[in-house]
């Protein structure tokens, strides 16, 4: 079972190598307030073969800059192994990725 806690921290990089950056946590926020890019944020949790269990995450985050070029971003899940063992255990996962040009 894995279950997505809705906790990320994104840095992104615009085309002039200025940084920018939004966390789901308001202290973090308030620290960086400088360079806060603060998105709109969608997730859909999918399950495609309808057994009670995610199968897939869509996230989508929207900033109103148009310049960005490359992002970092770890996102918190939670999840749980019962068959085996018992164990629940957060981790965040990092993703990277260079935005390919939209024009």
Partial sequence: DVQFKYNMLLCLQDKDGGSHVWSTWSY???LVQDILSVPSVSV???DSDRDGLVDVFNITLQFEKSDIVSFQA???FQYKLSQVCQLV???PIYLSKKV????
């Avoid at 390919?100 to 024009?103: G, L, R």
């Fill in 44 to 46: 859909d949790e999918q």
């Fill in 89 to 91: 255990m957060e981790t």
């Fill in 74 to 76: 770890l996102l918190i």
């Fill in 100 to 103: 390919e040009d939209q024009s």
């Fill in 28 to 30: 973090y926020n308030t």
